[in-house]
């Protein structure tokens, strides 16, 4: 049996665990997974066919394909906000622009850890066995909708959970359980109103209208999940991105106004680590890479794809500073290297005949 206030309980040790924001909903079908549905049949999922395949979409819409009987969902979102880059540097050529998620350590290793200490927790607390799963960002879940039910912030025009309070730096984990839990009944939390300063400032018009996201276009996709070449017309819209796309959180209200850095010290960051240069980056052998980004999430794009997206913001920084390292990178032996170094080059060279 349940012991008394466990809700309360529940919360009060997540947050003691480092998840300020927690809440406890019912285990029902997804209300939005019609529309997921309808997102990955318009191929808006790009390459990503872990999202489309059939388990996947029912997974997410009938959380009992998880966990059978599922009855509650513990949710938790962790803030890895430390710091607004000021716009001198977001606006230096010469520097790679890091998804501010990024700027340190591998957030799954660091937060799912923490959210199967507290799954084991609430197991300890009921004298009858308990079956469940812990996702931080990897299960086949519709996690922003599952926050937002339990009122820890609404979905935004730019996709992502904004909380009034606090903007959407955070990450979103969740316990899906076969125990009933008491749950929270929260009215909705904030609005978008009328405000399109994300999709204005979306450089590739990847958010075709509010709350729709074309995969194809965004910029995360392209320098994270795309593993083959970007398409030459969207490569001058990367800018000087070069890991993820922090654009439609930075230009964000919320953000601007309410963001409050995050008191963990594993998100922080040096310079170095938010924005570094670009001339250093594309100099990057396979051990030097390894070694520079050892538990970091951008060892996921492999060095040939980092070195690929850096040979791009190289062609668009339009320096002939770069030539020299990008004649050496156009020798590179790995092919997706070579032939974006080449673009960048060509790039370069056109510019300084205009």
């Excluded at 390459?47 to 489309?52: K, N, R, T, V």
């Amino acid at each position: 049996m349940l012991h008394k206030n466990i809700a309360f309980r529940i919360k009060n040790y997540a947050r003691a665990l480092g998840f300020p924001d927690v809440a406890i909903i019912p285990a029902r079908p997804s209300e939005h997974a019609r529309y997921y549905a309808e997102w990955v049949a318009a191929g808006r999922h790009a390459e990503m066919g872990y999202l489309a395949r059939p388990d996947a979409i029912a997974r997410r819409a009938d959380l009992s394909r998880t966990v059978p009987d599922a009855q509650s969902v513990v949710v938790v979102a962790a803030n890895y906000h430390t710091t607004h880059l000021p716009p001198e540097i977001l606006s230096d050529p010469s520097r790679g622009i890091i998804a501010s998620y990024a700027w340190n350590l591998d957030y799954h290793d660091l937060l799912t850890p923490k959210l199967r200490q507290l799954q084991a927790w609430i197991a300890a607390q009921v004298d009858v066995p308990v079956n469940g799963r812990a996702y931080f960002d990897t299960g086949p879940v519709l996690e922003r909708e599952l926050a937002a039910r339990g009122g820890l912030g609404f979905i935004g025009k730019n996709t992502c959970l904004i909380n009034p309070a606090r903007g959407s730096y955070f990450f979103l984990g969740e316990i899906i359980l076969d125990l009933p839990l008491p749950f929270d009944a929260p009215p909705p939390r904030g609005t978008c109103g009328n405000c399109t300063r994300c999709l204005d400032a979306c450089p590739t018009d990847a958010l075709i209208e509010p709350y729709l996201l074309d995969s194809n276009l965004c910029i995360s996709y392209l320098t994270i999940e795309l593993k083959g070449e970007i398409p030459l017309h969207l490569r001058p819209k990367l800018g000087n991105r070069i890991f993820g796309c922090d654009i439609c959180q930075e230009v964000c209200p919320y953000n601007r106004r309410f963001a409050i850095p995050t008191d963990d010290p594993a998100f922080r960051a040096t310079l170095n680590r938010m924005a570094p240069p670009l001339l250093d980056l594309i100099a990057l052998d396979d051990e030097a890479f390894r070694e520079r980004f050892r538990g970091s999430p951008i060892k996921r794009t492999k060095r040939r794809g980092f070195l690929r997206n850096v040979a791009v913001a190289l062609g668009n920084w339009g320096n002939p500073a770069a030539i020299p390292a990008l004649v050496r990178a156009s020798r590179d032996v790995e092919p997706l290297i070579r032939v974006h170094a080449e673009w960048a080059l060509a790039r370069i060279r056109a510019s300084l005949k205009s």
